[in-house]
């Protein structure tokens, strides 16, 4: 289920396709803005170098982070089902068809970011804080999609009457095939809502500068996790569990140890700082 919204000449656009897009868009819009306001400040007066051209900088790190997402995501979702692709491998490449794990495209885009980063000279850690305001507009708009054309849905429950009207609702399968469920879609919104509110709080108060994604995706994976407990869709399984929530707990644990070496990494260095403002000072008052 998966109605098509634009059908011009060759031009079929789905209404999960809308949503992701514009969720794209929104968020490369973001980051270019952040680049912006970045690169005003960074800039010295009379370079060569304005504002403007500095920002597509930051936005083609961006654009081969979503390659490279699309690439990781694909990938690992073919992994995962890899018995149905060995017998249909003419269906690996036709994204159309949907099947995505998105921690597979943050394997792909992490690193493919940090490189194109220094390629294009562009402050990796600033880049990730562009991020965090980017990442949260993707799960709204994925989820928002999710919720109109019957994927990710939620448990059938036995009435709507037995739920408070704000857990549940008539809501459609992958097959179309419309019940009263668990409106996991609707949960997912609200939650990338406030995982988008608390980006922008810590972007606008510049609290934890190149540490923000790693939270934000800790808080995600933990939220995403829980989510697993309550869907209903069908999905590989790892150690017994739904393979989306195995491995968002790996993204809890690897996003909280990269955080927490770089939380570590720039307290050793204020640290060094201020042992050598002690120093200088000391110098000074012989």
């Avoid at 269906?91 to 943050?106: H, N, S, V």
């Amino acid at each position: 289920m998966n109605p098509v919204v634009i059908d011009i000449g060759p031009l079929v656009l789905h209404e999960y396709t809308a949503w992701v897009m514009g969720g794209i868009l929104l968020g490369l819009a973001l980051i270019a803005g952040h680049g912006y306001t970045a690169e005003r400040h960074a800039l010295r007066p009379h370079t060569a170098i304005t504002p403007y051209m500095a920002i597509t900088r930051w936005l083609d790190v961006g654009i081969v982070a979503l390659i490279a997402s699309v690439i990781g995501a694909r990938a690992l979702h073919v992994a995962l089902d890899w018995d149905y692709f060995a017998q249909h491998t003419q269906d690996i490449d036709r994204l159309k068809t949907g099947g995505m794990a998105w921690q597979g495209g943050l394997i792909a885009a992490i690193p493919a970011t940090w490189i194109t980063a220094r390629l294009r000279r562009v402050p990796f850690r600033a880049w990730t804080d562009a991020a965090t305001l980017a990442l949260p507009i993707g799960m709204m708009a994925t989820w928002q999609g999710c919720r109109n054309t019957g994927c990710g849905y939620g448990y059938e429950v036995h009435t709507l009457a037995d739920w408070p009207g704000w857990m549940v609702a008539e809501l459609p399968d992958v097959f179309g095939q419309v019940a009263p469920r668990l409106d996991i879609q609707t949960g997912g919104v609200i939650f990338g809502g406030i995982i988008f509110a608390l980006a922008v709080l810590l972007t606008w108060r510049n609290w934890l500068p190149g540490l923000r994604l790693w939270i934000v995706l800790v808080i995600a994976g933990l939220g995403l996790l829980i989510a697993g407990y309550l869907r209903a869709d069908p999905t590989q399984t790892i150690l017994n569990h739904r393979a989306d929530q195995a491995l968002n707990a790996w993204l809890v644990i690897a996003s909280a140890g990269i955080g927490g070496i770089l939380w570590l990494m720039d307290r050793h260095n204020t640290n060094d700082l201020r042992k050598g403002d002690a120093m200088q000072f000391e110098k000074l008052s012989r």
